[in-house]
């Protein structure tokens, strides 16, 4: 009896030490094997959404989207960083600034879909070929970016938005060729966009307040910064993209309208021809015309100040334009009024530094276009009013 029962008890004691070796293999082995099966049963389909341009000032760029529809889990999610909160306390101000925080945010396919229908803003869709293990850590990267910790980050318009945070994922999640799309420089991509959907007085302001910094050619990694852009970029990659989707809602086509080249031509011939008229009426226009202009180049001249020296927009940093479009027009003005001597002295200032910075101007690492240029020329034939202002001092 006694054998009988040592044999039983080193069966059990065996066996425990079965269970417990089994159950220690096995928690090892448990999130190695989780992982494999939540890659392998899981159905996911990743798209790049692309959008057009809409009415808004901050939809003309486009837009740019992720959808992630998961089969498994019946879901059909598009994430959006994009996303901006216009009550936030002083959003002009920090907007201006350059310390506004956009975030990311999630909607439905659906719902998303149905507010560019809304607006006629047409949605063009890459779906993605990835791997099953690149889809499932993308798609946890974006979850954690969902976390409130993690959803929000300042924008910058050329290094940081909407469209580079998905660019980076691409580049982080995706076997991408990184072909160049032929881009010469980030101004001529940003002042275009509003020409082209007829707001061609926003692409000049936007023209006059970047800097030389925007005049940087970007890297391989940097120039799919736009909506439109990051669209060529996939285009190129064929061997990654499975379908192409064109969902049109018949968007109106943008009223073009006049180029401002040609009303500001047409503003100087005017300016030229009641300056030179020597009547009661024509002086009289030509001085309202000298305070206005003065006044609207004070005014640009402070925004070109602020948005270069202390915004955090980047591409607003070394702006040359400053040189010659600043905010001493508006001390012009009551000196206009004050004394004639000194308001040509203003004018020979003004003037000399101006044609200094036309001739030099091939050398500065700052483009300027035409009309730009014929915003100088303007420019110019007010401070040329002011020095002749000055000369007829002796008639005071």
Same mark, same amino acid.
């Given at each position: 009896m006694k054998m009988i029962g040592s044999s039983i008890t080193r069966n059990i004691f065996s066996t425990k030490i079965i269970l417990v070796l089994l159950f220690i293999v096995g928690s090892i082995n448990y999130p190695l094997t989780y992982a494999q099966d939540s890659i392998q049963n899981t159905k996911l389909r990743f798209s790049l959404i692309t959008c057009d341009a809409g009415d808004d000032l901050y939809t003309i760029w486009g837009h740019t989207a992720i959808r992630v529809t998961d089969s498994v889990q019946q879901t059909d999610i598009v994430y959006n960083f994009g996303s901006f909160d216009f009550s936030t306390p002083n959003f002009i101000a920090k907007f201006m600034r350059g310390d506004l925080n956009y975030f990311i945010s999630s909607a439905s396919?659906?719902?998303?879909?149905?507010?560019?229908?809304?607006?006629?803003?047409?949605?063009?869709?890459?779906?993605?070929?990835?791997?099953?293990?690149e889809k499932v850590k993308w798609q946890q990267a974006l979850q954690a970016n969902m976390l409130p910790a993690n959803k929000f980050y300042q924008y910058n318009f050329i290094r940081d938005n909407c469209t580079t945070r998905i660019k980076d994922g691409l580049l982080k999640h995706a076997p991408i060729n990184n072909y160049s799309i032929g881009i010469h420089s980030y101004r001529e991509e940003v002042v275009s966009a509003p020409y082209q959907n007829g707001l061609g007085w926003v692409g000049l302001g936007i023209d006059l307040l970047?800097?030389?910094?925007?005049?940087?050619?970007?890297?391989?990694?940097?120039?799919?910064?736009?909506?439109? #852009? =990051? /669209?060529?970029?996939? @285009?190129?990659?064929?061997? *990654? %993209?499975?379908?192409?989707?064109?969902?049109?809602?018949?968007?109106?086509?943008?009223?073009?309208g006049w180029?401002?080249?040609?009303?500001?031509?047409?503003?100087? #011939? =005017? /300016?030229?021809?009641? @300056?030179?008229?020597?009547? *009661? %009426?024509?002086?009289?226009?030509?001085?309202?015309?000298?305070?206005?202009?003065?006044?609207?180049?004070?005014?640009?001249?402070?925004?070109?100040?602020?948005?270069?020296?202390?915004?955090?927009?980047? @591409?607003?940093?070394?702006?040359?334009?400053?040189?010659?479009?600043?905010?001493?027009?508006?001390?012009?003005?009551?000196?206009?009024?004050?004394?004639?001597?000194?308001?040509?002295?203003?004018?020979?200032?003004?003037?000399?530094i101006t044609i200094l910075m036309m001739v030099v101007s091939h050398w500065i690492p700052q483009h300027f276009s035409n009309s730009v240029m014929t915003v100088m020329v303007i420019t110019l034939f007010v401070q040329y009013r002011l020095i002749i202002r000055g000369k007829t001092a002796q008639y005071q």
């Open positions: 396919y659906p719902n998303f879909l149905y507010e560019y229908q809304y607006f006629g803003r047409d949605v063009h869709e890459q779906e993605l070929k990835l791997t099953p293990s970047l800097g030389a910094v925007a005049d940087q050619k970007p890297n391989l990694t940097q120039e799919a910064f736009l909506p439109a #852009l =990051l /669209y060529k970029k996939m @285009a190129l990659n064929p061997q *990654l %993209i499975i379908a192409t989707k064109d969902i049109q809602f018949h968007s109106k086509p943008a009223e073009k180029a401002p080249i040609y009303i500001l031509i047409g503003i100087l #011939l =005017l /300016y030229v021809f009641v @300056a030179n008229w020597n009547t *009661l %009426i024509t002086q009289r226009i030509a001085r309202i015309m000298d305070i206005s202009l003065l006044l609207l180049l004070g005014i640009g001249g402070g925004l070109v100040l602020y948005m270069s020296q202390f915004s955090l927009h980047s @591409a607003c940093h070394e702006n040359y334009n400053l040189i010659w479009l600043h905010p001493l027009y508006l001390v012009a003005i009551p000196i206009y009024f004050i004394s004639r001597k000194w308001t040509g002295y203003l004018g020979y200032l003004f003037f000399t």
